[in-house]
């Protein structure tokens, strides 16, 4: 599986990319035939400081594209 970690609005750090990395690694117990996982990683300015964060995924696997 291919494994492409970017950052929006932040500083990718390695330890972060390494976490990133680490769980999206748990998908392959759930879908199998998996080719390439995309995750962004984001920070937005808003107000509400706990949903500032945000982590969205792609993964694409045997005929199938799912995104979180």
């Known amino acids: 599986m291919r494994i492409i970690v970017q950052g929006h609005g932040i500083e990718l750090t390695d330890s972060l990319k390494d976490y990133a990395e680490k769980k999206i690694k748990k998908v392959e117990e759930f879908f199998g035939n998996i080719q390439k996982a995309e995750i962004t990683l984001d920070y937005r300015k808003i ?8 982590a969205e ?3 694409w696997a045997a005929g199938k594209i799912i995104r979180a």
């Open 47 to 54: 107000a509400d400081k706990t949903r500032n964060q945000v």
């Open 57 to 59: 995924v792609t993964v």
